[in-house]
């Protein structure tokens, strides 16, 4: 009996210190748990507390700091290109966009240059294509040529292919010699990421990817800002055929009624406030001084939860 007595107190016993641990275990996992979306939410925190909306600029984990909106530049050339950004630049913008595959450095290079405004006030942002991921180098070099502007202030990769991490590491010896200041990616996505961060040197300065009210990358944000990475996003309107549906969206317009400002200027601080650079394209000199008109209204949570609502995730690019 004392034996039967002595066996069910010891399974007792075990049975209450396997609880215990289990317990202790999960407590610990949880907290852990919550100690990690904390950390998450601070670095989102600290992304946007870089978003400076006095200077309108914000500090890259390279140490310079970039414009919050510009100018995109995709599908302007020659004389139309050059008078876009003139435009621009007379209206106070100070972050051009641009890339090899647009075909119009040599116009933006140029309309800085006769700008006459301080080389260090201006962002100048251009992108090698997989085309040239063979030969990194001789891209780098042909962009510096065709920019003529002394140094380059970011270098994306537009997007991925064959010979990426190769084209990367080139750009990181750029940025060493001084000819780059900031590299980083356009199109890459949180896959693409997992598998290319690990392989370089330079943690990117600055992701590019389209984000608009109807692709939002709600997951894919968080993430590259979690890494201490800013968000910029192109296609704010939506991309060519897709704009003016956007733009007359009825809770867009509904918003902008309320600020008594344009659908364009709501979409553009919904970004801001989301720690979204904004780079519009356009050549129209009354749009490219309006896109820069948003930093005398701010939406409220409820405005920004409404924006929120409107994500599809309806990507407009094959990018």
């Keep these: ?174 940025v060493k010699k001084g000819k780059i200041r900031s590299i980083g990616l356009s199109n890459w996505y949180i896959e693409e990421l997992e598998e290319f961060l690990p392989q370089v040197n330079i943690t990117p300065a600055l992701v590019q990817n389209e984000i608009h009210p109807y692709y939002q990358e709600n997951d894919v944000i968080p993430y590259i800002q979690n890494l201490g990475i800013v968000v910029q996003g192109w296609y704010p309107f939506g991309g060519r055929g897709h704009t003016s549906e956007l733009l007359n969206d009825s809770t867009i317009t509904a918003i902008a009624k309320d600020h008594n400002v344009s659908a364009a200027q709501v979409i553009l601080r919904w970004n801001l406030q989301k720690g979204v650079v904004v780079i519009p394209g356009s050549s129209n000199p009354n749009h490219i001084k309006e896109n820069t008109d948003i930093y005398d209204f701010k939406l409220t949570d409820e405005e920004m939860k409404k924006m929120n609502s409107l994500n599809r995730d309806e990507k407009h690019d094959w990018y």
């Design 1 to 174: 009996m004392k034996k039967k007595i002595f066996f069910v107190i010891c399974f007792l016993v075990i049975i209450f210190i396997g609880f215990s641990i289990y317990f202790i275990l999960d407590s610990k996992k949880e907290n852990n748990k919550i100690m990690d979306n904390k950390l998450d939410e601070l670095q989102k925190e600290k992304i946007k507390a870089n978003f400076n909306f006095e200077t309108k600029t914000v500090k890259l984990n390279s140490g310079y700091e970039m414009p919050l909106n510009g100018l995109g530049t995709y599908s302007l050339t020659g004389d139309t290109c050059y008078n876009a950004v003139s435009s621009a630049l007379k209206s106070g913008v100070r972050l051009i966009d641009t890339a090899y595959m647009y075909e119009n450095e040599a116009e933006i290079g140029k309309a800085i240059r006769d700008s006459q405004i301080p080389r260090e006030d201006i962002f100048v942002i251009t992108k090698i294509y997989p085309s040239q991921f063979d030969e990194p180098e001789k891209a780098i070099e042909m962009a510096l040529e065709k920019l003529d502007i002394d140094y380059i202030d970011m270098m994306l990769l537009h997007h991925p292919g064959d010979g990426d991490v190769k084209a990367y590491k080139a750009m990181e010896q750029y």
